[in-house]
Nanobody, 124 residues
Framework: QVQLVESGGGLVQAGGSLRLSCAAS????????MGWFRQAPGKEREFVSA????????YYADSVKGRFTISRDNAKNTVYLQMNSLKPEDTAVYYC?????????????????WGQGTQVTVSS
């Protein structure tokens, strides 16, 4: 049984930082991509970032490039999302997910396993 558990969300002022964690259990994903998505109230879920477990290749949405950094600790089976210079528009529920073997990185339909989400609220 694959389980993804996000943590690290919370309330922060604009300009502040948070680090999200996503701990995976149940199996390893050595060749897969792990992605972060977010969903703001009344909006569709959108791609934020992704990383390949083995190669470490990283990808970012334009809206977070230069502010967010994705990383992974293979020994801990955990992926992180360091979020700096947060803006009120970053407020959302953040989800981690594991992509199927192939598929577009930014398309949520290509992701097979999902966490329960963690709330990030940025006040102005």
């Amino acid at each position: 049984q694959v389980q993804l558990v996000e943590s690290g969300g919370g309330l922060v002022q604009a300009g502040g930082s948070l680090r999200l964690s996503c701990a995976a259990s149940g199996r390893t994903f050595s060749s897969r991509y792990m992605g972060w998505f977010r969903q703001a109230p009344g909006k569709e879920r959108e791609f934020v970032s992704a990383i390949n477990w083995s190669l470490g290749n990283t990808y970012y949405a334009d809206s977070v490039k230069g502010r967010f950094t994705i990383s992974r600790d293979n020994a801990k089976n955990t992926v992180y999302l360091q979020m700096n210079s947060l803006k009120p528009e970053d407020t959302a529920v953040y989800y981690c997910a594991v992509r199927r073997i192939i598929g577009a990185l930014m398309n949520q339909d290509t992701y097979e396993y999902w966490g329960q989400g963690t709330q990030v609220t940025v006040s102005s």
